[in-house]
C-alpha cells in the first residue's frame, strides 16, 4: 500500500504541480484547500504526512499543525511564503518536522518527504527493537534493555557480570558454551585469570535464582535449557 500523505494547499496551481510530482512517485494524495475540511477528512482516518500551508483562509497552518501534534506523532512538513527564522521556529515548536520556503521545488519536496519517511521508518525500527529486547523462559524474564531481571514476577537484583552472562545465555538458548567463550565474553579477550571465574558466576546466579535453567556441561561450559521454546 502507497503511503498517503494531506497536503493542505490553497493556491490551486502548487496545487497541481506538486499532485503531479508526487504521484510518479506512486505516493497516494488527499489535496485540500482549507485546513477546516482537511481536519474534518482526517476525522475518519490520519494520513501516513501531512504538508501544509501556513497562510490559509480560516484556520491557519500553524493552529492545524497544533491540533495535529495533540493527537499524533505523524510527520508534518510545513512550507510557506514566510522566510523569518521565528516563523521557521515557530513551525517546529508547534511540532513540525520540516519546513520548506516558497518558491520551493516540487523534486526538493519529494526528497524532503522521501528523507522523513525513510526518518520515521528507521525511528519506527529502532524504538520496535527496544521494545522487543525482552527474552522469557518459564518463569524468568530478562529485560535487555533495562537490564533487569525477574523471576516468578519478582525481581532479582544482579550484579553487571552476573547480568552479562545470563544474557549471553538466554540470548542462545540450548547451545552449549565453553568456559573459554563465556570468559571472552564476560570479561574481554585481555582477561588472563582462571576460568574458574565462570563457575562462581553461575554459583552466585543459580543461589540467586533457584531453579535457573541453567545446565552444567560437564568438561566443557554450561548452555541456558529451554525445551519449550518460550522465549522471544
Known amino acids: 500500500m502507497s503511503q ?4 493542505v494547499e490553497d493556491d490551486p496551481n ?3 504541480i506538486v499532485s503531479a510530482y508526487f504521484k510518479k512517485e506512486q505516493f497516494t494524495l488527499t489535496m485540500v484547500d482549507n485546513a477546516e475540511e482537511a481536519w474534518e477528512l482526517s476525522r475518519s482516518g490520519q494520513p501516513d504526512m ?3 500551508d501556513i497562510m490559509l483562509p480560516g484556520m491557519d497552518g500553524y493552529e492545524l499543525c497544533k491540533k495535529i501534534r495533540q493527537e499524533s506523532d505523524v510527520p508534518i512538513i510545513i512550507i510557506s511564503a514566510k522566510d523569518e527564522e521565528v516563523d521557521k521556529i515557530l513551525g517546529l515548536e ?4 520540516d519546513y520548506l520556503t516558497k518558491p520551493f521545488s516540487p523534486r526538493e519536496l519529494v526528497a524532503r518527504v522521501k528523507r522523513l519517511f525513510k526518518r520515521v521508518e528507521l525511528y519506527q525500527s529502532h524504538k520496535n527493537e527496544q521494545k522487543n529486547q525482552q527474552f522469557s523462559s518459564g518463569g524468568l524474564i530478562v529485560e535487555l534493555t533495562n537490564r533487569r531481571v525477574f523471576w516468578h514476577d519478582e525481581e532479582i537484583e544482579v550484579t553487571a557480570k552476573e547480568f552479562e552472562l545470563l544474557k549471553s545465555l538466554i540470548q542462545n538458548q540450548n547451545r552449549a558454551f565453553s568456559r573459554e567463550e563465556l570468559l571472552t565474553l564476560i570479561w574481554g579477550e585481555d582477561y588472563f585469570g582462571s576460568d574458574r571465574a565462570v563457575d562462581d558466576l553461575v554459583k552466585r ?3 540467586k535464582i533457584d531453579g535457573l535453567p541453567i545446565e552444567t556441561v560437564w568438561g566443557y561450559g554450561y548452555r541456558f535449557r529451554n525445551d519449550d521454546g518460550d522465549h522471544q
Open 50 to 52: 501531512w504538508i501544509l
Open 4 to 7: 498517503h500523505i494531506f497536503i
Open 14 to 16: 502548487i496545487r497541481n
Open 205 to 207: 546466579l543459580r543461589k
Open 94 to 97: 508547534l511540532g513540525s518536522d
